[in-house]
């Protein structure tokens, strides 16, 4: 069974840098597109970036220019670098897996909060 957890969300300043880990503990075959969520309070969740098999990658408005994500398939994780961060993207990040055929799988969330 495959697990995905997140790590590296924390608090900090307009203007500092995260970088958030998904490593999976086991391996998933037949990935379409590796991405990162985020919902922040009374929001909607919505994509920030995605990544597909074939290394494409796709960024919400919002955060293109400043938040880059990346993968390491030795390693089994996907990273989401966030530079420039704004109050506005304080908000819960969940790392997503997505296969061909549907299945998906989701990690438990790390709470990002950028300080004014």
């Known amino acids: 069974q495959v697990q995905l957890v997140e790590s590296g969300g924390g608090l900090v300043q307009a203007g500092g840098s995260l970088r958030l880990s998904c490593a999976a503990s086991?391996?998933?075959?037949?990935?379409?597109?590796r991405g990162w969520y985020r919902r922040a309070p009374g929001k909607q969740r919505e994509l920030v970036a995605a990544?597909?098999?074939?290394?494409?990658?796709n960024y919400a408005d919002s955060v293109k220019g400043r938040f880059t994500i990346s993968r390491d398939g030795a390693k089994n994780t996907v990273y989401l670098q966030m530079n420039s961060l704004k109050p506005e993207d304080t908000a819960v990040y969940y790392c997503?897996?997505?296969?061909?055929?549907?299945?998906?799988?989701w990690g438990q969330g790390t709470q990002v909060t950028v300080s004014s």
């Open positions: 997503n897996v997505h296969q061909f055929g549907g299945e998906d799988y």
């Open positions: 086991g391996s998933i075959f037949r990935i379409d597109v």
């Open positions: 990544i597909t098999s074939g290394g494409s990658t």
